[in-house]
Each structure stands twice: as structure tokens, then as C-alpha cells.
């Protein structure tokens, strides 16, 4: 990255760790061998990635044949929520499915997907703190639900689910549904492998982590049925065909495994910075408000908004002075779209068009926040100044 | 100078943002996702933004995207719908450009500290000898674009940048093929960036419910009947469903009663035509003006006298659409504009 830049923007894409790097490179430019084959290269990747495998395992709390890899998050949580739900009809003929409102879209367009194909799909509420109602998401359940998806970390806000109230109100009212979480956001910020435990599938993403873009994991609990998407040449147990990005693989857990190790030690600094960042902010501009739950919230997220400003000409005027920050998420365009995660909570119009997410991450530093604070009151005041004529 | 391109992803603001660059402005490209329906036509595809970004990238600049999808959806294309319901003939393309370019993206322009708004149109703004502002016709007779910003005020013409202006389309092609620049072949847009494929009758039946009705004769004799009047325009001839022997044009769309009149081409003629929403690009038009007055984009202007809120044609014009915005021009200098009524 840039040394010009100030990355606040690591909800989005962390800069990959320097050991995930140097794992995968050998991957790129020394091995050619398939993981499928039968010659001494073959065996040299096959080992490499039955290894990654075992560490992706054991982070997430999992047995290694429990760990399915994918080309992304999207692409694990579209294999749970789909694969699932249509081998719980299949198998079991059950036909619901229960998620939330402020779900990725990797989640939320799989389940408008099964609604199609005639499955009654549901979404919880958010409270206006932006975490799941579980009350609500309980009474949407029934003995008939096929599956329920429930993400572990809100990524525009970075408030901290309450997976375990959700898993004990699964088992007891839907005691034969499948549970996913998308976990994607998660992994830099708790301990996944206890955050989701109960789950049956749980997403993640390699390049949320310091790990490389294009590669994801699924954990697929033994004697959990899923239907694939992808079908081919049998790889992943049958559940994901198509060769096995191997450098990605052994990239991803590289970096789960750095990340999962020194997570006590960064998450503690990035809180700090984060929080240093937050008081700097709302001190400089007084009526700026801050979004989400602080109580149950990542170290790295600060969502907050700044009344009587556009979030879209902050990020630019921001943009143009090196601070690389976000709002809502990005549709294929590069516009920012409406943020359905604030429409969850009910966040009236005018308050979700004036904020923005700035995440922090491992690589974040002193000199970011300091950066910051010194650009974005300033720009704040600019904007709300009368234009000129 | 900080200058804002809108870059539709078409040749001609690739070629203004080149230009501008190369002049030494402060140059930042934008791109508006303005309609977020089906379309396959049009500025607001995700290719076209793609390539704006592309060329901005070439040419080293950095390039944004505003999502106006909302106010595109509330100002522009409902106000059409609803136009054409009424039995009228919008504009979208000259609403777009009033509410949107120079409106909230004009705004916000002014609001993050850019001098200027710089487009590709096909227009020149030029300085009087008393210092005022003048909206002119593009060098390129065959291209000029004037037509489409003659509802701008002065207030919106004071930060405009129009580059290309003074080039031929051809000189346009040329220079972007000499930056080497990805559009410098591409096809222009003609259609109407929202409407689909399938065209604008059923675009308009997917938002209204349309009412069949009469085609009847000027002396009110019933020769036919139509699916809505929404498929009908003043002056219109063809897609006449009706066999008459004569030549027959529409010369009337009474949407309550779902009336289509059609008549001789000496039916549709009218000494005069009423004018509302008027606009001037500078001082007001005084009334007793001789004008050249054009009803549409690349029609031939005709001369009249301008009184204020009608304009009397030196010789009787075929009725022109109601909806349709009529652009008031002295030679080739944009004077103002107004809608039929």
C-alpha cells in the first residue's frame, strides 16, 4: 500500500499480512501440481493443502474434513444458505428459511433465490442498536424451518451478534434446521470457533484477515447435508467442485492462523486508536453521532455521521486528501447505494446519507488517527460552510 | 482551476476531460448512475461507467461515482411518466440536464469547492463585450447540442465549462483517437437512457394503466380507437392505425376523454405557440423580439416574435407538442426556453 495513504477501510480489504505473502508465493512460482494428482508435485500441493486445511480447522474450532474451500465469502455463505436449505427440502422436506434484514448480500440475495424456488423465507428484526432481535427472529421459527443465517459481525457496523441466544432459540424451536453464520467479518475481531459454536456452517474470507482475495472457507459440521453449486470433478467431498486455489488456500491460513494468535494482542491497539479516533471526532464536531452498539462492537469499526453532510461528497473530498474510508457498501458500479443495514434499524434517511465507516485493522497505526483527525473535522466544516457562489 | 468533468462514458467528455487536463486544470471525473431499472441503452449502464473510469484512469485522473438513481427516478423519469399519461410530450433528456447536471450535481460541485461543472455537450458559452455570459451553438452544426442546454440561467452558466464546443465531432474522434483513448470510436447514445428495449409504450405501461379510447376526425367523427393515449404526439403521422386515404397527423391528445384527434397537415398548423416554465439564459427575453425559435433537438429554427409568454411564428408552424420545450435562440445565441403548452 501507498505510504501516501490513510487506510481506514479495512472492513472492505485488509492489506495481506507479510507471511501470508511469503506462504503462498512458492504456490505461484515453484509448485505446478494439482491436488488432485498422483505424481510428486500433486503430493507437494495435496500436502500444502490438506495442512491449510488442518489450520483453518483448528482456528474455527472444526475437524479438518469439516472445511470446505471457496473462491470468496459470497461465494461460502451462497453454499450454506442454498446448498442447505435445498438438502433440508430435499432430504427432510422442510421448506423455511429465516435470516435478518441487515445480512451481506452474499446471504440475503441466496435466500430471495430460495424464495423463488418456493421456499418461505423470513428476515428478523434489527434493533435500532443494530444487533438481531432474537425474540423476533425466535417466533419466525418452526419445525418446518430448513435453515436460519445469521451473520457473526454486522460489517458496515461491526456490532457483535449474539449467536449464542440465536443457536439456543434454533435448537429448541426449529430442532431439525441447519444454522449458518457468515462469519466473515468476525475473524479479525473474536474468537469464531467460540462465537459460533452450535453453528452447523460458518463463512469466512480470506482477505478480511490479511489473507488474499479470491479464496473463502465453509465449515460444513459432519452429517450435515449440502447440495452443491458448483458440481465437476468431486473436490471438497463433492460440496465444491473446481480445482482448489492452493496458494490461497495456504494463504488464508497463514494468515487465520497469525491473525487468530495475536488477536488478544491487536485487537487491544486497535481499540485504542479506535477509540482515541472516536473521541477526536465527536469532540471536534460536536453533533456528530455515532451508529451501532458501542457496548457489543468491534475494536476496528467507527460508524458515525455527520448531520447536514452527504456521506458520498465526504468520501471524495476525503479521497482527494489520501483517506481512504466507506459508506454503505459498494454495488458493481462504485456508486454508493442506500445502506440496507441502517434501514434495518430504522435510521431515518437523512442521518444514514450523512454517515460513513471508518474500520481499522492489524496494519492500522497512531499516525492514520492522527491523520484523520486532523483532515476530517476540517472537511466536515467545508461542506457545511454555504457553497460558493 | 478545479474542474469537475461529467463523464457519461461516451467520446465527447472523454475529450473534455482530456482537454481541460491538458489546458492544466485541476481536473476530477464524475459519473452519474442515474437509473438503477433494466436498461441496455443509454448513460447510465455499468459498461459506460466502466469505461468513464477507464479513461480517467488513462488519462490520470481521479474518477467518482454520485448515485442520483433517487432523484434521477423522482425528477426525471416519474415527471415523464406522468407526462405522457396526461397526453404530453416530455423532454427527459432537457429535465435531466435542468434538475440533475445543473442541479444537484451542479450543487454539489459548488459545495465541495470545484470552480467549475465541465460536460461533453457539443455547446459554447462565449463572453459578451459587457462582460455577460452567452449560451451559443456548437462549432459543429450537425452535432450542436445547444438545443438541450437552453433551459440553463445564467447562475449555471457562470461555472460551466463546455471544452468541445468548438470542435467537429470528427476533430473529437481524432483527438480521442490520438490519446489513444478507449471511446474514441464508440457509438453515440440516441435513446433515451431509461427506456428499454422494448420501448417506450411498454415502458410506460409497466407504471401506468393505460385507457383505450376514440381516434376521432376533426369534426369529431369516431375513425378508430387506440390501446391509450400514451402512444400518440402531436404532429405524429406514423403508427396511425387508421386507413384514411389522405395524409393524417395527430393534431390533438385529450387524455381525460382518451381522445386522439387526427387531421390534414392544415389542421396541425398554428400562428402561435403558449409558452410556461420559462427560462433565460441571461436578461429576459423583452417582449417584441424577433427570435429563431427550434421545437426539437436537430430541427430547423423558425423565426418569430416572442411576447412574453407566447410566441407568434412569422408563418404558421405545425402544432408543436405539448410537453416539448421550445429554445429561443438570436443567430446562433441561446436566448432562453420555455414548454409548450
Partial sequence: MSDALTYLDHAASTPMRPEAIAAMLPFLADHPGNPSGAHAAARVAKTALEEARETVAEVLGARPEEIVFTGSGTEADNLAVKGGARAARRTDGLDGVVTTAFEHKGVLAAAHRLEREGFRVEEAAITPAGRVDVDDLAARLDDRTALVSVMGVNNELGTVQPLGAVATAVRERAPRARLHTDAVQAVPWVDVATLAAGFDLIAISGHKFGGPKGVGALVVRRGIGLDAEIEGGGQERGVRAGTVNVAGAVALATALRLTHDRRADETARIALLRDRLQAGLLAAVPDAFVNGDTAHRTAGHLHLGFPGVESETLLVLLDQEGLCAAAGSSCSSGATEISHVLASMGMDRGRALASVRLSLGYASTDADVDRALALIPGVVARLRAPARV | ?341
Avoid at chain 2, 378508430?224 to 403521422?237: C, E, I, L, N, S
Avoid at chain 2, 403558449?274 to 423583452?286: D, F, H, M, N
Avoid at chain 2, 423565426?303 to 407538442?321: F, H, I, K, M, S
Fill in chain 2, 1 to 341: 482551476m478545479k474542474v469537475l468533468v461529467a463523464m457519461s462514458g461516451g467520446v465527447d467528455s472523454s475529450v473534455a476531460a482530456a482537454l481541460l487536463r491538458d489546458q492544466g486544470h485541476d481536473v476530477t471525473g464524475v459519473t452519474l448512475e442515474l437509473w438503477g431499472g433494466a436498461s441496455d441503452s443509454g448513460c447510465c449502464s455499468v459498461s459506460d461507467v466502466e469505461d468513464a473510469r477507464r479513461v480517467a484512469a488513462q488519462l490520470d485522473l481521479p474518477h467518482y461515482v454520485f448515485n442520483f438513481a433517487e432523484e434521477f427516478d423522482a425528477r426525471v423519469v416519474e415527471p415523464y411518466v406522468a407526462s405522457y399519461a396526461a397526453g404530453r410530450t416530455p423532454n427527459p433528456c432537457i429535465e435531466c440536464n435542468r434538475s440533475i447536471k445543473w442541479g444537484r450535481l451542479y450543487e454539489r460541485a459548488r459545495t465541495m469547492g470545484f470552480d467549475a461543472l465541465a460536460t461533453g455537450h457539443h455547446a459554447r458559452r462565449t463572453t459578451a463585450a459587457d462582460g455577460a455570459l452567452e449560451l451559443r451553438r456548437g462549432a459543429d452544426p450537425a452535432k450542436d447540442q445547444s438545443y438541450v442546454l437552453a433551459v440553463l440561467g445564467a447562475d449555471q452558466l457562470a461555472s460551466t465549462v463546455l471544452p468541445v464546443g468548438e470542435m467537429t465531432k470528427t476533430d473529437v474522434r481524432t483527438r480521442a483517437a490520438g490519446l489513444g483513448l478507449r471511446t474514441a470510436t464508440k457509438a453515440e447514445s440516441m435513446d433515451v437512457c431509461f427506456i428499454t428495449r422494448g420501448g417506450r409504450t411498454s415502458f410506460l405501461d409497466a407504471r401506468v394503466r393505460a385507457t383505450p379510447g376514440r381516434i376521432v376526425d376533426t369534426d369529431g367523427t369516431e375513425i378508430g380507437t387506440h390501446t391509450g393515449v400514451r402512444a400518440f404526439t402531436v404532429g405524429q403521422r406514423r403508427g396511425l392505425a387508421v386507413a384514411t386515404g389522405a395524409r393524417r397527423y395527430v393534431v390533438d391528445v385529450d387524455a381525460p376523454s382518451a381522445t386522439v384527434t387526427i387531421g390534414s397537415p392544415g389542421d396541425l398548423l398554428r400562428d402561435r405557440v403558449q409558452l410556461g416554465a420559462v427560462t433565460s439564459t441571461g436578461a429576459p427575453v423583452e417582449p417584441g423580439t424577433r427570435v429563431d425559435a427550434q421545437v426539437r433537438a436537430h430541427g430547423a429554427p423558425q423565426p418569430g416574435t416572442w411576447w412574453g409568454d407566447q410566441l407568434v411564428w412569422e408563418v404558421p408552424q405545425p402544432r408543436v407538442a405539448p410537453g416539448q420545450t421550445v429554445a429561443l435562440y438570436d443567430d446562433d445565441r441561446v436566448l432562453g426556453a420555455g414548454i409548450a403548452l
